[in-house]
Each structure stands twice: as structure tokens, then as C-alpha cells.
């Protein structure tokens, strides 16, 4: 079976930063683009960082230059570095997979809450 498991949300102050891990398993991670999206309450999930099977990322805008998408595909491991957090930022976090970034996504993780104050 296909699973995605975010780790590492929480709470933090605003400033602070936190460290998401996305762990896949259950399909050839190397052959999809990984990304991170969240969904903050009232508001439409939103894409905010993806990185393809070649290393190349991409950013919304709103997070450019405080957060930082990475990989180690000898883990089958997603990870996204959040600096420099805003309340703006609280919402829950998915993992997600697709056969190309900007494409549909294949597949989901169940999320984990981020909330800064």
C-alpha cells in the first residue's frame, strides 16, 4: 500500500521555524515530483513547494526565500524547512506525490498541523 506520513508539525512563535518530513513507501518515489500543500481553515488547499526527480524546486511566493523543500530519495524522504513563520503560515501541511510537478496529485498524506502565534 501507498503511504505518505508527514512528521514534525506543532506550534511555534512567530519567527520560529519547523521542520516537516514526509515518509513514502509503497510506490518508486524517484519517478514522481513530491510536494508540500497546505490548507488553512475556511481557505482552499494551496500548493507550497514542490521539488522534481532531477533536484529542481519551485515556490509559492508567499513562502519564497523562508522556506526550503528537500529530498533524499535513498530514503523515500520529503522534507520542508519553515524559517521566519508567521501566523499566515498555520494550517495543516499535506505531502502529496505526482507523476509531474504541477500535474494531479497521485497521492496524499494525512496532514499535520502547523500553527504559529
Known amino acids: 500500500d501507498v503511504q505518505l506520513v508527514e512528521s514534525g508539525g506543532g506550534s511555534v512563535q512567530a519567527g520560529g521555524s519547523l521542520r516537516l518530513s514526509c515518509a513514502a513507501s509503497?510506490?518508486?518515489?524517484?519517478?514522481?515530483?513530491m510536494g508540500w500543500f497546505r490548507q488553512a481553515p475556511g481557505k482552499e488547499r494551496e500548493g507550497v513547494a514542490a521539488?522534481?526527480?532531477?533536484?529542481?524546486?519551485s515556490y509559492a511566493d508567499s513562502v519564497k526565500g523562508r522556506f526550503t523543500v528537500s529530498q533524499d530519495s535513498a530514503k523515500n524522504s520529503l522534507y520542508l524547512q519553515m524559517n521566519s513563520l508567521k501566523p499566515e503560515d498555520t494550517a495543516v501541511y499535506y505531502c502529496?506525490?505526482?507523476?509531474?510537478?504541477?500535474?494531479?496529485?497521485?497521492?496524499w498524506g494525512q496532514g499535520t498541523q502547523v500553527t504559529v502565534s
Open positions: 509503497g510506490y518508486t518515489y524517484s519517478s514522481y515530483c
Open positions: 502529496a506525490a505526482a507523476y509531474y510537478c504541477g500535474g494531479q496529485v497521485r497521492y
Open positions: 521539488i522534481d526527480s532531477d533536484g529542481s524546486t
